[in-house]
């Protein structure tokens, strides 16, 4: 299995643009979490989905983060607009049901200058 | 809130020696913990984790304690080696309500110096 893709691996944008992040999770995992990675904070879990369907999206900063999973293989994370503060590394990662641990992507770095 | 703490965000120690970091928790609700390493641009990879009934977990030069009395974890990792050197993240999660999801502490960055 070639384990939780994400794309891109890097993001450059301008402050108010749009920015969207992709996951790809392992098959047969029906848990995709979407997590943002910052110094202050750590890990911070945004949003998860089971059968992709969202659970809880408490974590989701303001309304201008909002997340998708249109079918079991394919997850969206978009910002817009976006701006400096957004600047992190977000993580994508599923497991499948019943296992208490994940397994995550490689990350998308994000800047927004 | 932080309902997982990492205080120490870098260990330095030399190769050969034993690593000790540390991660303590405020939700009793928590019962099952696990480690994670963090390579950079790399995303985290599941170490070990352990079960809140018990209190020792043990693989190969990993080993994490719990106490579950001081809501307080430990990795200890002997004898630590270069390769080790990496980010470490805990993570606890609970059997009800938030079950599915892990909450992460902020990490402490180990160097593992010859």
């Known amino acids: 299995d070639a384990g939780v893709i994400q794309s891109p691996r890097h993001e450059v944008t301008e402050m108010g643009q749009e920015v969207t992040l992709r996951c790809k999770p392992i098959s047969g995992h029906d848990y995709l979490f979407w997590y943002r990675q910052t110094m202050m904070r750590g890990l911070e879990l945004l949003i998860y989905f089971n059968n992709n369907v969202p659970i809880d999206d408490s974590g989701m900063p303001e309304d201008r983060f909002s997340a998708k999973m249109p079918n079991a293989s394919f997850s969206t994370l978009k910002i817009q607009p976006s701006e400096p503060r957004d600047s992190a590394v977000y993580f994508c990662?599923?497991?499948?049901?019943?296992?208490?641990?994940?397994?995550f992507g490689s990350g998308t770095r994000l800047t927004v200058v | 809130d932080q309902q997982v703490k990492q205080n120490s965000p870098s260990l330095s120690v030399q190769e050969g020696r034993i690593s000790i970091l540390n991660c303590d928790y405020t939700n009793s609700m928590f019962d099952y913990f696990l480690w994670y390493k963090k390579y950079p641009a790399e995303g985290p990879t599941f170490l070990i984790s352990?079960?809140?009934?018990?209190d020792k977990n043990e693989d190969g030069r990993f080993t994490v304690f719990l106490n579950k009395s001081a809501k307080h974890l430990s990795l200890h990792i002997v004898p630590s080696q270069p390769g080790d050197s990496a980010v470490y993240f805990c993570?606890?999660?609970?059997?009800?309500?938030?079950?599915?999801?892990?909450?992460f502490g902020t990490g402490t960055q180990l160097k593992v110096e010859l």
């Open positions: 993570a606890a999660s609970g059997s009800t309500g938030g079950g599915n999801k892990l909450t």
């Open positions: 352990i079960s809140s009934i018990k």
């Open positions: 990662a599923s497991r499948p049901g019943g296992a208490r641990g994940y397994t």
